[in-house]
């Protein structure tokens, strides 16, 4: 099912959290709506869920297959949700958890017992906790809540999942175990999703599409790759992973940074202040200098527990660098601390004013 | 490893402790009971079953019986609109509601006598139309629901206000209706501290005595309630007679501990559930 | 959508249904009623509204009620701090059952309380016997009044400090006995100064309850006049004598007293949290 909200605007107080939003969800798609605390994700995502209204003035609408259901009950929306803290009804055993959306259809709707008894096994078994059927809540580990708060939100065959930050109470290998459950689960079932998180990882990793939001507003929307190599705005790419930042001018059709150029022949924005952003991995580090043009620095600290080399450094501009390589490379280049060496660029994003370039 | 007292203080200050509570407190209630069978078991049986103390058990019964389902279902409308919405003037309605046990027993009764005596507010009107309720039983039940007012609205507040509205939340997207949500998933959540209010809520509605007196006009056999009719045989010297009625009272304090001691750890236990819930786990 | 701006929206159904019962029934049983005494006051002569509360019974009454309640408050703020430490820190047979027990004057009947303390207390009465031989009264005397008081507010002063007990932390005390400090100055100095927000709020608290008490008290009182009658009491005789007035003017004084106190516990306990959550 297809999903769309238009000119979504929500104040609290006097705090705007979402701010003329505009969104296609493709049916069938898992979407990851993504940003730092405050950026509006879990705002939208109850808006769309009919848990949040949004502002009346001005006008904003939710359409699910181009169906306008502002107004609609939550509970008539046929969506699943699924709370960051599982919200798992404490006094239902697992099982009365799953069946509840199925007991309270009304009477015309609602399936018969055995039918109700029957979904409720098979969802059991699709998150692998038949066994706990008769357990309570308390009685269950974090990741099993959660499956179960999965499983309940399922039951109803909703015509979308909404799914809250549904990892971030767990332990780290937990969540990454869930991660990869769910993006399965999604292959299976094709419901259309939409996931919040906060951790780009998880967002690259499961989605089909990211939306990167900050303050209110939709930053960027597109494949994880796209939002990851060709991030929109400065905060896109801050946001993505790791960046160093540099800061110089474009001079008739060059981006300059100190000795470090870029050719922009296409930019119209010339004489004005630019920044430049490159990822660790797109620099390198020679000892001698050797044509290209490279950034002196001397290294600091070097930090090889972990799955990459990460080489801190002092550039002579005062710019604190951050290198990272391979094992492999770094035992080739024989780096150490207090070395006086030569940074060179392969590849960055400039930004000026208005432009990304 | 927590320091230990000396072994002769600890003695020192739990014997103070105990000879303090056994004193002020365990002789009280003992005597109590040895009072009322001082005359032996026929004496107690014929006071309670005397026709005056058993009319005095059915009115205690009735007026407990209309003012705590009243106060009940208060205490849940009070909860709900308090604890799962955020609206001004919570904290005003919050201390209006403690009000009732801030003011002094005998207060409680004269505001009625105010409103609907003689002299009151409607008392003229309510004589023209040969309605009685002070000196009368609706008197002494607006007298009870007064003082006990706090009771199931005081266990509910903090209950609902720590379990929070996501599960009622889940509940409406999954579909449920108001009343199911109500049933199925609030109820279940608080019966324990709502029984617990509800029992001290009876205990106070049958022991209350400065209030109820004001507004009975101590008619035996017809405006006496079990603490009116205790004092009534204490003050006649039916030494015995006082105290059986006062033991049936007693009893009922007993059972009123007993059933905290019990409800205790599972109330616990609702407020513990949720905090459980937070924290990360695998 | 109605009410829009009072309340922030919320999906939960029957937040005006609640909420307006809650007022309506609020209203009808407890803020009609007591404002009733405070209209009341004001119909009746000033004159006679001062001459009542300043009357020479009326006077004696007040310094029997307050300063006995304030005693009782006193010892019921040393005594329940020994009783909770005695509770919390050490261990012996039937604990539970003592624990339990503290409750029963907050869960006895004032009637019940009150009888069973006078016969206690008489002359012939198991304590009284003793303590005439002494030439010790204590019923129908102030210190009978006393002694009801420090009864029923023994609970109040228990379970303000309880928790506070329980909750604190041994390593404060540990950290003071390596530091070199005897078990008194650890207690003087790091453990009480931790205990008197909750002492002062159980005493408070005490003190509330026992100003308003009535039938625990007007038993062993004897309602001597001028002598062993308490407050409440002369709100009763006032009344049967119909003077309405007069009883509300009482009342009245007995009103702003609850409620000067009421916001003073308030403030104590809300101070105290304060305190609590800044640790």
């Keep these: 099912m297809a999903i769309e909200v238009r000119h979504i605007n929500k104040t609290f107080g006097s705090f705007a959290a979402l701010r003329d939003v505009n969104l296609e969800v493709k049916g069938g798609e898992l979407l990851a709506l993504l940003g730092p605390s405050g950026s509006g994700k879990t705002t939208l995502l109850r808006i769309i869920a009919g848990l949040e209204t949004p502002d009346p003035e001005p006008a904003g609408s939710v359409l699910f297959e181009g169906r306008d259901v502002t107004s609609q009950r939550t509970g008539d929306r046929r969506v699943g949700f699924v709370f960051q803290h599982y919200a798992l009804f404490r006094n239902m055993t697992v099982f009365e958890n799953v069946a509840f959306g199925l007991q309270v259809r009304p009477r015309g709707q609602r399936p018969a017992e055995n039918q109700i008894r029957r979904r409720v096994k098979e969802l059991l078994q699709l998150i692998h906790l038949e066994a706990m059927a008769d357990r309570y809540p308390t009685q269950l580990s974090g990741g099993q809540r959660q499956r179960v708060a999965l499983a309940r939100a399922l039951a109803i065959e909703p015509k979308a999942l909404l799914l809250d930050e549904p990892f971030g109470a767990l332990d780290a290998k937990v969540r990454q175990g869930l991660r990869r459950w769910l993006r399965r689960l999604h292959d299976e079932v094709h419901v259309t999703s939409i996931l919040v998180t906060h951790d780009q990882d998880e967002a690259l990793e499961v989605a089909d599409r990211v939306v990167v939001m900050n303050q209110g507003r939709i930053e960027q929307v597109g494949t994880p790759e796209e939002v990851f190599h060709h991030p929109a705005s400065e905060f896109v790419m801050d946001f993505m992973g790791s960046v160093n930042l540099f800061h110089g001018r474009i001079d008739s059709g060059k981006a300059v940074f100190g000795p470090l150029v870029l050719d922009r022949p296409e930019t119209a924005a010339n004489g004005k202040a630019a920044r430049l952003f490159v990822r660790p991995y797109d620099l390198d580090i020679h000892h001698a200098h050797n044509g290209k043009p490279g950034l002196r620095a001397r290294v600091k600290r070097v930090q090889s527990a972990g799955p990459q080399v990460r080489v801190e450094l002092l550039a002579e501009t005062g710019e604190a660098v951050v290198v990272e390589m391979s094992h492999a490379h770094y035992r080739d280049s024989r780096v150490n601390p207090g070395d006086g060496v030569y940074v060179s660029l392969r590849d960055g994003r400039v930004f000026t004013e208005d432009y990304a370039i | 490893m927590k320091r230990q007292d000396p072994l002769l203080l600890r003695c020192g200050l739990t014997a103070a402790a105990l000879l303090f509570l056994a004193v002020f407190v365990a002789l009280p209630l003992f005597a109590v009971f040895a009072q009322a069978l001082e005359k032996g078991l026929a004496a107690y049986w014929t006071a309670i079953a005397d026709p005056d103390a058993l009319a005095s058990i059915r009115l205690t019964l009735l007026a407990a019986g209309i003012a705590v389902p009243m106060n009940l279902v208060f205490g849940l409308a009070a909860a709900w609109a308090i604890a799962k919405f955020q609206f001004p003037g919570k904290n005003l309605l919050i201390t209006l509601i403690d009000l009732p046990f801030a003011v002094s027993p005998v207060i409680s009764g004269l505001i009625y006598v105010l ?15 040969g309605i009685k309720i002070i000196f009368a039983v609706p008197g002494i039940v607006l007298a009870t629901i007064f003082v006990t007012f706090p009771f199931v609205a005081r266990e509910l507040i903090p209950l609902m206000q720590a379990q929070g509205t996501e599960e009622e939340e889940a509940a409406l997207v999954l579909g449920a209706s108001g009343r199911q949500l109500f049933w199925r998933v609030t109820l279940p959540n608080i019966k324990w501290s709502l029984l617990y209010g509800v029992i001290l809520c009876s205990a106070r509605a049958m022991g209350e005595f400065g209030a109820v007196s004001v507004v009975s006009g101590h008619i035996r056999g017809e405006t006496n309630t079990m603490p009116l009719h205790v004092e009534i045989l204490y003050n006649e010297y039916n030494f015995a007679g006082a105290f059986a009625v006062a033991s049936l009272l007693a009893l009922l304090a007993l059972v009123t501990l007993v059933a905290k001691r019990l409800l205790e750890r599972k109330m616990r236990q609702d407020y513990a559930d949720f905090k459980a819930a937070e924290s990360a786990e695998g | 959508m109605a009410g829009r701006s009072f309340k922030h929206f919320s999906i939960l159904p029957g937040f005006w249904p609640a909420l307006g019962f809650s007022v309506l029934y609020l209203s009808l049983i407890v803020l009609a009623p007591l404002s009733a005494v405070v209209l009341k006051t004001t119909t009746a002569s000033w004159a006679h509204f001062w001459g009542t509360i300043t009357s020479p019974s009326v006077v004696a009454s007040y310094r029997l009620s307050f300063g006995a309640s304030l005693a009782a408050a006193a010892i019921n703020a040393v005594f329940g701090l020994l009783v909770a430490w005695v509770l919390v820190r050490y261990s012996f047979p039937g604990k539970r059952l003592v624990d339990a027990l503290v409750d029963l004057p907050f869960a006895l009947p004032t009637a019940v309380a009150g009888i069973a303390l006078t016969t206690l207390y008489t002359e012939h009465g198991w304590i009284g016997r003793l303590l005439a031989r002494v030439g010790i009264r204590v019923a129908f005397t102030p210190l009978g009044v006393l002694v009801a008081l420090v009864f029923i507010g023994l609970p109040f002063a228990v379970r303000s400090v309880q928790p506070v007990l329980e909750d604190l932390d041994a390593e404060i005390e540990d950290a003071a006995a390596s530091l070199g400090a005897s078990r008194w100055r650890t207690f003087t100095r790091v453990v009480f100064p931790l205990l008197r927000p909750a002492l002062l709020t159980g005493f408070a608290m005490s003190f509330a309850r026992a100003l308003g008490e009535y039938g625990s008290v007007v038993f062993i009182s004897g309602n001597m006049p001028m002598r062993t009658e308490i407050t409440p009491l002369l709100i009763m005789t006032r009344l049967e004598q119909y003077d309405y007035a007069g009883a509300t003017a009482i009342a009245l004084v007995m009103l702003v007293a609850s409620f000067a106190l009421l916001l003073a516990i308030n403030l104590l306990q809300w101070r105290s949290r304060r305190y609590a959550e800044a640790r």
């Excluded at chain 2, 409103?115 to 139309?129: E, H, K, N, V, Y």
């Design chain 2, 115 to 129: 409103m609907f005596g003689a002299q009151g507010w409607l008392g003229p009107w309510l004589s023209d139309r």
